[in-house]
Nanobody, 125 residues
Framework: QVQLVESGGGLVQAGGSLRLSCAASGRTFSRDVVGWFRQAPGKEREFVAAIDCRGGNTYYADSVKGRFTISGDNAYNTVYLQMSSLKPEDTAVYYC??????????????????WGQGTQVTVSS
């Protein structure tokens, strides 16, 4: 069982920045794919970004490319999502998720084994 702890959400004005963090209790992500997803009210959960921690390859949704950056610390104890140039449409609950199957990155949320509790990001206009 992998328990994920997210932090860093909050309220920010449009154009501002936030950094989300995701850590796993008692283990590192060094062999995993770690993804961030988000879900706005009345909408389906959507892929935001992912990192394959085995080689550091990163993947982004078109809607956040150039504005968001996913990264990990040296040992991949923690994965970050740096969000810049935030827009009101980025408002959502953001979830960290981990795929431990070592099959490489997959976009769909069903591929991920474990999920965090979610953290609210609200961008005001």
């Amino acid at each position: 069982q992998v328990q994920l702890v997210e932090s860093g959400g909050g309220l920010v004005q449009a154009g501002g920045s936030l950094r989300l963090s995701c850590a796993a209790s008692g283990r590192t992500f060094s062999r995993d794919v770690v993804g961030w997803f988000r879900q706005a009210p009345g909408k389906e959960r959507e892929f935001v970004a992912a990192i394959d921690c085995r080689g550091g390859n990163t993947y982004y949704a078109d809607s956040v490319k150039g504005r968001f950056t996913i990264s990990g610390d040296n040992a991949y104890n923690t994965v970050y999502l740096q969000m810049s140039s935030l827009k009101p449409e980025d408002t959502a609950v953001y979830y960290c998720a981990v795929d431990t199957t070592q099959q490489g990155w997959r976009r769909y949320h069903e591929a991920y084994d474990y999920w965090g509790q979610g953290t609210q990001v609200t961008v005001s206009s």
